[in-house]
C-alpha cells in the first residue's frame, strides 16, 4: 500500500493521477479555509476599544505553512515539478485575493496596499513550495536510476 501511495504519478492510470491532484488541490483550499479567517480586517479588541487586533494566529499560520509543506513534499515526491506550485501554491493565493478583494480594508490611506499584500504572500507561499518539492524530488528513486541509466548508457559510468 505504500508503494503504492509513493509511486510517481506518471506511472499510475489517468483517473487516479488526476483525482490525487484534484484532492491535493481541495487539502490545499481546506488548509487555507480551516487556519485563515475568511474576513482579514482589522477589529477592535473590545466594543468601544482603540486597541485593534488581527484575527490571524500565528498557530493558523503555522499551522497552514506545516500542511502547504507536506502537500509540496508529496508532489515533489511523485510528479512534475510545476503541478506542486499549481495544485499547493496556487489554491490559497487565489483564495487569500478573493478576501482581500471582497473585504475592503477601512479608509486610513492603507486600503490601497492589498495588492502588495497578497503579491508578498504569494511570492513567499510559491517560492517556499517550489524550493520544497524540488528538494523532495532529489529523494525520488526513479529519477536516481534513470540518471544511472544514462551515465552507463553514455559510457560516464
Known amino acids: 500500500m505504500t508503494e503504492k501511495l509513493l509511486r510517481p504519478l506518471r506511472t499510475r492510470p489517468r483517473p487516479e493521477r488526476w483525482l490525487t491532484r484534484v484532492l491535493g488541490a481541495a487539502l490545499s483550499c481546506a488548509a487555507y479555509l480551516v487556519c485563515i ?41 511523485r510528479d512534475a515539478l510545476a503541478w506542486p506550485l499549481l495544485l499547493v501554491a496556487a489554491p490559497p493565493a487565489i483564495l487569500l485575493y478573493v478576501s482581500l478583494r471582497t473585504h475592503p480594508g477601512p479608509a486610513d490611506g ?42 552507463f548508457l553514455a559510457g560516464q559510468w
Open 37 to 77: 479567517p475568511w474576513d482579514l480586517r482589522d477589529r477592535p479588541e473590545s466594543p468601544g476599544s482603540y486597541v485593534e487586533t488581527t484575527p490571524v494566529t500565528g498557530t493558523g499560520l503555522l499551522a497552514l505553512a506545516a500542511v502547504l509543506l507536506l502537500l509540496a513534499v508529496h508532489f515533489g515526491l
Open 110 to 151: 492603507f486600503a490601497g496596499l492589498w495588492p502588495l499584500t497578497w503579491a508578498a504572500v504569494t511570492l513567499l507561499g510559491a517560492t517556499a513550495v517550489l524550493v520544497v518539492s524540488a528538494v523532495a524530488r532529489q529523494f525520488r528513486t526513479d529519477l536516481a536510476d534513470a540518471l544511472d541509466e544514462e551515465r
